[in-house]
T-cell receptor, first 113, second 113 residues
């Protein structure tokens, strides 16, 4: 499975966009990029995922570079409730190995008033 | 819509006592089900996964066992708890298909004393 690299921490002002980078230079052609976040003492929350096209949903946008070696999660208008640990992971496509998630250290995003 | 629930949310058990954590999924059929443990420092470890009733695969040798008596029910058990079994336990489900999401439950905090 491809490994990911994220900055350990980031700060963001409330109301501003939060841009969280992730490097996954060894990603394979059929592997998806997923983003989850986890607020202390809660289960991880799915945010968004993509294969090679940029994706947007009600929570965030995901920008994947053309070579797919890196991606950026964008929270367009960060709020205090977005303070959490954000995990970027790469999942193999299909099969029983598909759900075998491995979280790295992630990025601690702190949103300030 | 699909939902996942696990309980109890918190548990304090003495060493040597039994354990039963339960997880149920609503709104889907024949899901892949997973039990994870998250240790301090945010690492996520897959313990068991199941692709169908009575089908359990163990990822790591340990003092725990899992069972799937019904399609949408997943149980994590132990006959005799060890101090090292303390941690945050997460149930999750997915379809097993490429590009689909793994969803987590709320988590169960287990403290073995």
């Amino acid at each position: 499975d491809a490994k990911t690299t994220q900055p350990p921490s980031m700060d963001c002002a409330e109301g501003r966009a939060a841009n969280l980078p992730c490097n996954h230079s060894t990603i394979s052609g059929n592997e998806y990029v997923y983003w989850y976040r986890q607020i202390h003492s809660q289960g991880p929350q799915y945010i968004i995922h993509g294969l090679k096209n940029n994706e947007t949903n009600e929570m965030a946008s995901l920008i994947i570079t053309e070579d797919r070696k890196s991606s950026t999660l964008i929270l367009p208008h960060a709020t205090l409730r977005d303070t959490a640990v954000y995990y970027c992971i790469v999942l193999p496509a299909g099969g029983t190995s598909y759900g075998k998630l491995t979280f790295g250290q992630g990025t601690i995003l702190t949103v300030h008033p | 819509s699909q939902t996942i629930h696990q309980w109890p949310a918190t548990l304090v058990q003495p060493v040597g006592s039994p354990l039963s954590l339960e997880c149920t999924v609503e709104g889907t059929s024949n899901p892949n089900l997973y039990w994870y443990r998250q240790a301090a420092g945010r690492g996520l470890q897959l313990l068991f996964y199941s692709v169908g009733i009575g089908q359990i695969s163990s990822e790591v040798p340990q003092n725990l066992s899992a069972s799937r008596p019904q399609d949408r029910q997943f149980i994590l058990s132990s006959k005799k708890l060890l101090l090292s079994d303390s941690g945050f336990y997460l149930c999750a489900w997915g379809t097993g298909n490429a590009g689909n999401t793994i969803y987590f439950g709320e988590g169960s905090w287990l403290t073995v004393v």
